[in-house]
């Protein structure tokens, strides 16, 4: 497969700072610095995203591509990730059931931009593009559940929450047991 998510099993901290407004800035304190990151792994090229700055600034941009990706049978959206070690373009292009996703990367340091850049576009099926990020929203969940945060307590986490319980399937990486 063209693409695919590692999400690794990050320990988090039961921490809930007040300075937090959203539960996008929860997830930057919820995990530590130094933690086990989640790896995408692009057309064979892997990339590590930190769930400290990397997915904490993508969760509320990933949540409306899946949004998008589920509601309409067909479309085009273009995302700019907006975090410092992820900035990056991606144009999504879908219709019936197959996704393909064009990048404009950025500097990813490691040697791999120019590899990321030769790379091409992706293509797959929009459910197996959402299962790829099912356990790295529930990675999210439960560290955030672990810190005090609740659905009740704002939209976002409802939103979160809903989302993650929208994805059917697991990534290729995490078989279900059924």
């Not at 304190?29 to 989640?38: C, I, Q, R």
């Not at 409306?64 to 992820?86: A, C, D, M, P, Y």
């Not at 791999?112 to 593009?129: K, M, N, Q, Y």
């Amino acid at each position: 497969m063209s693409f695919f998510i590692q999400a690794g099993a990050p320990e988090s901290l039961p921490v809930r700072s007040e300075e937090d407004e959203t539960p996008w800035d929860a997830v930057e304190s919820v995990f530590p610095l130094h933690g086990e990151h989640a790896v995408l792994v692009w057309n064979h090229i892997p990339i590590l995203l930190s769930y400290k700055y990397d997915l904490s600034c993508m969760i509320e941009d990933l949540l409306l591509i899946i949004e998008e990706l589920q509601s309409r049978h067909s479309g085009k959206l273009t995302n700019h990730w907006v975090s410092n070690t992820f900035a990056h373009e991606w144009r999504f292009e879908w219709s019936d059931n197959r996704l393909t996703i064009e990048s404009k990367w950025g500097e990813i340091g490691n040697g791999l931009d120019e590899l990321l850049r030769r790379s091409g576009p992706v293509t797959l099926d929009i459910e197996a593009f959402t299962a790829e990020w099912k356990k790295v929203l529930e990675n999210v969940i439960e560290a955030l559940r672990q810190a005090g945060h609740e659905e009740a307590e704002s939209e976002e986490m409802t939103r979160l929450v809903k989302v993650w319980s929208s994805i059917e399937a697991e990534g290729i990486l995490y078989p279900s047991n059924e």
